[in-house]
């Protein structure tokens, strides 16, 4: 990506200014004064401070034993415990709402076949020089004599204030150290709104299938913070043209084109989704509805039919993609619990509440959508509003105040009937008592019968009329009424 995009941070030098004096790296400086040590804030926080930007974690590098620096430092601030990590060499505490890290400064060799270092004591510019991002290679001195100096042997300053992602080596040497840095430059790109430097990304494309040795858990990590970003799609853009997103995510190459048969097209889906993606964004900082919004039509590529005289067609592409959903998220190792089936509830229903502009809505149409969803269903309705891209304004304009009376049609059937977090006003205890039976098929063929007389409007959501239809009910199943239960017991 050689084009250069703007960017909304302004870097200015004298946010290090007053460093030094602050009670953290004055400790630090102290410590490093006190034991001729040189020590150095550095990466992610550097990085951030000198665009204004929030960051809760402070690593430091030291030129000696880091783990034993860091207890020093501890102590002379009072901190609480110090967490060891001896095999990687590094001690954390939390001091004032802050992770601090210290690490000792290493130069590390990296074998091709795994990602395991061969580590050994270094300096601050061999540790510097083996990090991601120039960005990310920036230090703030607490050596004396330069306490409060940047220490920027590789423009880091100048690409932050530019807005490039640059290697501080040769590209193709810090990504083969660590493939998943291939992602962290889209994930950058996307966060902070910066160009990847086109020999940067000139090396992701030819490395991109090295992403193979990368763990699911630190892929998805990634991913999440590219999708968690406020214009994702710059993310999946760059993503698509790297070369990567076929590696973890290949379903969605499959969306990309747009095929026309007898003069008739059909979207581009690859890009539609990204645009639904952003529009959700734009709404919701929910990232399982985004997700929802990355799958809502990820079917369709497997549904696609031409119809003689209609059109192209995705027929059942919801159920199809919903069903999709668990095998994604397994293989990208996430959470499998109710997050997921939250995305896969929202891509099963992402057209219903279209189908209800579409036509006189009945009630019970619209109890059943409020079933459905239950609390998924202000998501539902961000992801239709985001799915509407089409560039006539006019047609835009009349789905989207067709939406609102959806919404006023939801919220009225809602407050009457209460369907949404429906619980069954007749329980399976009650119809076991009622009728003296143990648990066996009929009650939960009663209960059925309920929610759909329920649903269908032809009794209201009450315990009473719940109870007649279950003693009409029984009485069909041949089950017995026992003395006491003509009226529905009230201490329930
Ligand atoms: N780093 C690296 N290669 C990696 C991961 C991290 O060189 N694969 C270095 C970078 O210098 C980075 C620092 O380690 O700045 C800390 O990493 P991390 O906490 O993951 O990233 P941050 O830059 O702090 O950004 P964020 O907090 O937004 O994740």
């Known amino acids: 990506m050689s084009e250069q995009r703007a960017h909304p941070y302004r870097v200015d030098p004298d946010r290090l200014a007053g460093a030094a004096d602050e009670p953290l790296f004055r400790a630090v400086a102290e410590e490093a004064r006190v034991h001729g040590i040189p020590a150095f804030a550095i990466g992610g926080y550097v990085r951030d401070r000198l665009i204004d930007r929030p960051c809760k974690d402070i690593d430091f590098v030291v030129e000696g034993?880091?783990?034993?620096?860091?207890?020093?430092?501890?102590?002379?601030?009072?901190?609480?415990?110090?967490?060891?990590?001896k095999n990687f060499g590094t001690a954390m505490f939390r001091w004032q709402d802050m992770d601090?890290?210290?690490?000792?400064?290493?130069?590390?060799?990296?074998?091709?076949?795994?990602?395991?270092p061969q580590v050994e004591p270094g300096t601050i510019r061999d540790d510097q020089e083996r990090r991601d991002f120039t960005i990310n290679a920036l230090a703030i001195s607490l050596e004396p004599g330069s306490v409060g100096a940047l220490v920027d042997p590789f423009g880091g300053l100048l690409d932050l204030g530019q807005g490039i992602i640059r290697t501080p080596l040769d590209p193709d040497t810090t990504f083969s150290d660590d493939p998943l840095r291939m992602l962290r430059a889209v994930r950058f790109a996307t966060q902070l709104g910066f160009?990847?430097?086109?020999?940067?990304?000139?090396?992701i494309k030819r490395n991109a299938a090295r992403l193979e040795i990368i763990s699911a858990e630190r892929i998805h990590t990634e991913l999440n913070k590219i999708i968690a970003a406020p214009k994702p799609s710059i993310g999946f853009i760059l993503l698509l043209e790297s070369g990567l997103l076929e590696h973890f995510l290949p379903e969605m190459i499959e969306l990309l084109g747009a095929e026309e048969k007898d003069g008739i097209g059909h979207k581009d889906n690859f890009y539609h989704t990204i645009q639904v993606l952003d529009n959700v964004a734009g709404q919701s900082d929910d990232l399982w509805l985004r997700w929802a919004a990355i799958l809502h039509d990820i079917a369709k590529p497997r549904t696609k039919r031409f119809e003689a005289g209609h059109g192209w067609t995705f027929h059942g592409h919801e159920d199809k993609g919903a069903r999709m959903v668990p095998g994604i998220f397994r293989r990208l190792k996430l959470p499998l619990d109710n997050k997921m089936r939250k995305v896969q509830n929202l891509v099963a229903l992402h057209l219903r509440p279209i189908a209800l502009t579409k036509e006189e809505v009945s009630d019970s149409a619209i109890r059943r959508l409020l079933f459905d969803a239950g609390d998924d269903l202000e998501a539902l309705m961000v992801l239709c509003k985001a799915d509407i891209t089409s560039k006539n304004e006019k047609k835009k304009k009349r789905y989207l105040s067709n939406y609102e009376l959806v919404m006023r049609k939801l919220a009225e059937v809602?407050?009457?009937d209460r369907i949404r977090n429906f619980q069954p006003p007749v329980t399976g205890e009650d119809i076991m008592a009622a009728f003296g039976i143990p648990p066996s098929r009929p009650i939960g063929d009663i209960k059925t019968t309920i929610k759909e007389a329920i649903l269908d409007g032809r009794i209201r959501n009450d315990r009473a009329q719940a109870w007649e239809l279950m003693k009409e009910e029984g009485a069909k199943l041949g089950l017995e009424l026992k003395p006491g239960f003509e009226v529905p017991p009230p201490d329930r």
């Open 65 to 85: 034993d880091g783990i034993a620096f860091a207890q020093a430092v501890a102590r002379r601030l009072n901190a609480g415990q110090v967490h060891v990590f």
């Open 100 to 116: 601090i890290e210290f690490v000792g400064a290493r130069r590390e060799s990296y074998r091709r076949d795994s990602r395991k």
């Open 195 to 203: 160009t990847i430097d086109p020999i940067c990304f000139s090396s």
């Open 414 to 416: 809602e407050e009457k």
